[in-house]
């Protein structure tokens, strides 16, 4: 349909043209929004013209996003997004909710929210003819690009810290990218990432620097209206509007994730396909708090912090994506909140145990974050509250032990199964 029109800065406001800039603004290096034809779109379709898509992924929603089709009806491409989204019954009890929601989105291709971006980025890259892809990652983006990239036959190099968790390295190699693992820290792999990018013409998917991955995690939005009006059984008469949840709980690092939320929700509110834009939580790691820190002192301006938090996927020096991210809470009245370590495990655990959803210490902060936010009073008890899970627990082992314990070991006779059982 071609609706990309081009960007616009977040911080001074100018607007680019496609052509004229490919990651961040050229005066002041502020994260770029991609802008669309908004009355294009809303004269050409409306929700239910997505509803009737039988396409199970997020390019049901192609013409809101700046990509064409990236067509490959049968690569992982087309099987990122339209997570499972239900009603988890057994914490919304404990925590005294009546409309909780979870969307879980450890349950796509790679294994992590990061699938959404890479899906969009890999198009783009399609696109643009790039040769080569490239992006620094605690892990998961770069699985999510490793797997994208191969699903498309484009070469992908990865740049993750050394003490990145085995299985998402594993991620890594096994979908044929050059992994080279940094001795430092991820804003090191970063800052030598972009260096690369520019020395070998690399295209370059850094989350808070391509502006692209914004557009694919926005999709996570457009799902949690669409499930939730299709869950509430509320589809409306023409015109056709989707509901929009009150609160939405996210774990934050380099605060891509929310920024990309809040896209896609005020996309959603400037087409008019919903009545209003939910608060928007960001929960942080105290040991990486960088963002949770500006929310708190009323700033936007986010300050690096030496960041250490056994959640890897959350554990950011200098947020890359901050200023949108305070944003994301401050416009639309949300709130950052910030959780402990010992927190983090506790939820991972309660998540399984009460959800029977296995998240990485980063995909259960954003539950940790809720638990403090029903005590502090930030949400009603019969709120239409979304709790995101952005990472499966498979992806880190020894983390997921720290919190279950060790298994018993017997020998295999009933007597010593007892002697175990007592
Ligand atoms: C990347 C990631 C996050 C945080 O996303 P940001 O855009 O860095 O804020 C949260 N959880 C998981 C599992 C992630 O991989
Ligand atoms: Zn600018």
Redesign the pocket.
């Known amino acids: 349909m071609g609706t990309f029109l081009g960007y616009r800065c977040s911080i001074c406001g100018k607007d680019y043209s496609p052509e004229a800039v490919t990651y961040t603004c050229p005066n002041d290096g502020g994260n770029l929004d991609v802008t669309l034809d908004y009355d294009r779109i809303r004269a050409e379709i409306d929700p239910s013209y997505v509803m009737a898509s039988k396409d199970g992924s997020i390019w049901r929603y192609l013409p809101l996003l700046p990509v064409d089709d990236p067509g490959h009806f049968d690569t992982p491409l087309r099987a990122v997004g339209w997570t499972p989204f239900y009603a988890p019954t057994r914490l919304a009890d404990d925590l005294g909710l009546s409309n909780l929601w979870l969307k879980d989105?450890?349950r796509n291709p790679t294994a992590?929210?990061?699938d959404r971006?890479s899906a969009v980025v890999v198009a783009r890259a399609q696109a643009i003819g790039a040769e080569v892809v490239v992006t620094a990652?605690?892990?998961?983006?770069g699985a999510a690009l490793a797997g994208m990239a191969a699903a498309v036959d484009i070469p992908a190099v990865i740049l993750a810290p050394q003490d990145a968790p085995q299985a998402k390295v594993a991620q890594l190699l096994i979908f044929g990218a050059q992994v080279f693992l940094i001795e430092g820290s991820y804003d090191e792999a970063f800052d030598l990432t972009l260096e690369a990018a520019e020395a070998f013409g690399w295209y370059c998917r850094n989350?808070?620097y391509n502006p692209f991955?914004a557009e694919g995690?926005k999709t996570a939005a457009f799902e949690i209206c669409e499930q939730l009006t299709f869950n509430l059984g509320a589809v409306h008469e023409p015109p056709h509007q989707w509901e929009a949840p009150d609160a939405v709980f996210?774990?934050?690092?380099?605060?891509?994730?929310?920024?990309?939320l809040h896209k896609g929700f005020k996309d959603l509110f400037e087409l008019g396909w919903i009545k209003c834009v939910p608060r928007l939580y960001?929960v942080q790691s105290h040991g990486s708090a960088a963002?949770y820190n500006a929310f708190t002192n009323g700033t936007e301006e986010i300050k690096p912090v030496q960041a250490q938090t056994l959640?890897d996927?959350?554990s950011?020096d200098m947020?890359?994506?901050g200023l949108r991210?305070v944003r994301a809470a401050t416009e639309t009245g949300g709130a950052f909140l910030a959780v402990q370590d010992e927190d983090i495990l506790e939820a991972v655990r309660e998540l399984a145990q009460k959800a029977a959803v296995f998240?990485?210490?980063?995909?259960a902060?954003?539950y940790a974050g809720l638990i403090k936010a029903v005590s502090e009073g930030h949400v009603e008890p019969t709120d239409n509250i979304v709790l995101l899970?952005?990472?499966?627990g498979l992806?880190d082992v020894k983390a997921a032990l720290k919190a279950a314990g060790e298994a018993i070991v017997i020998k295999p006779t009933l007597e010593a199964l007892e002697r175990a059982l007592n």
């Open positions: 989105d450890g992590s929210f990061k971006a990652s605690t892990g998961n983006a989350t808070g991955t995690k996210v774990s934050v690092g380099d605060g891509n994730i929310i920024s990309g960001g963002i959640a996927s959350i950011v947020p890359r994506d991210a998240a990485e210490p980063a995909g902060t954003s899970n952005t990472g499966n992806k």
